[in-house]
């Protein structure tokens, strides 16, 4: 299962979305702050959304410690780029959680300081309301639209 997630991992690196998805279950459940609770086919397209719209761009991410039990995987990684909605750097740090069946992952929950990366992306904004159950609801709602629209232009 670290194979997996090495492979997933490295190819996100290389933005490479279907390099990235192939290693998803069809009953996969993705789970994030930033997107909420997500069923494979849209987990899928974040991720494809996600990828296209950083190419050419300073976009990087690292990733490190994988572990596994047996039963979960962990890894850490951590994102780097400019928030286009601000021009703001951003540095990610999240935590990922792995779970399999019949060799695919089947649950990928991602963990993060969303106050951390409110205050990196939104500055001030991000600040004072970037732990607020309001600015997260917001920001779901956001990144879901993306999604959307994303679909809609990409069926």
Same mark, same amino acid.
Request: proline residues 1%; glycine residues 4%; contains cysteine.
């Given at each position: 299962?670290?194979?997996?997630?090495?492979?997933?991992?490295?190819?996100?690196?290389?933005?490479?979305?279907?390099?990235?998805?192939?290693?998803?279950?069809?009953?996969?459940?993705?789970?994030?702050?930033?997107?909420?609770?997500?069923?494979?086919?849209?987990?899928?397209?974040?991720?494809?959304?996600?990828?296209?719209?950083?190419?050419?761009?300073?976009?990087?991410?690292?990733?490190?410690?994988?572990?596994?039990?047996?039963?979960?995987?962990?890894?850490?990684?951590?994102?780097?780029?400019?928030?286009?909605?601000?021009?703001?750097?951003?540095?990610?740090?999240?935590?990922?959680?792995?779970?399999?069946?019949?060799?695919?992952?089947?649950?990928?929950?991602?963990?993060?300081?969303?106050?951390?990366?409110?205050?990196?992306?939104?500055? @001030?904004?991000?600040? @004072?309301?970037?732990?607020?159950?309001?600015?997260?609801?917001? @920001?779901?709602?956001?990144?879901?639209? @993306?999604?959307?629209?994303?679909?809609?232009?990409?069926?």
């Amino acid at each position: 299962m670290e194979k997996i997630i090495k492979e997933f991992y490295t190819a996100f690196t290389k933005l490479d979305a279907e390099a990235m998805v192939k290693n998803y279950h069809q009953n996969l459940v993705f789970i994030d702050p930033a997107f909420g609770v997500l069923q494979v086919n849209r987990a899928k397209n974040m991720w494809r959304m996600l990828c296209d719209s950083q190419k050419n761009k300073d976009f990087r991410i690292t990733f490190s410690d994988i572990t596994y039990d047996g039963k979960i995987a962990h890894a850490k990684w951590e994102a780097f780029y400019t928030f286009s909605q601000t021009g703001r750097k951003v540095h990610n740090k999240v935590i990922a959680t792995f779970e399999f069946e019949n060799g695919l992952i089947i649950k990928h929950t991602d963990t993060f300081n969303i106050h951390t990366w409110a205050r990196q992306a939104f500055g @001030l904004k991000g600040l @004072l309301l970037g732990n607020t159950s309001f600015f997260k609801s917001k @920001l779901q709602t956001t990144t879901n639209k @993306l999604i959307d629209k994303y679909i809609a232009k990409n069926p």
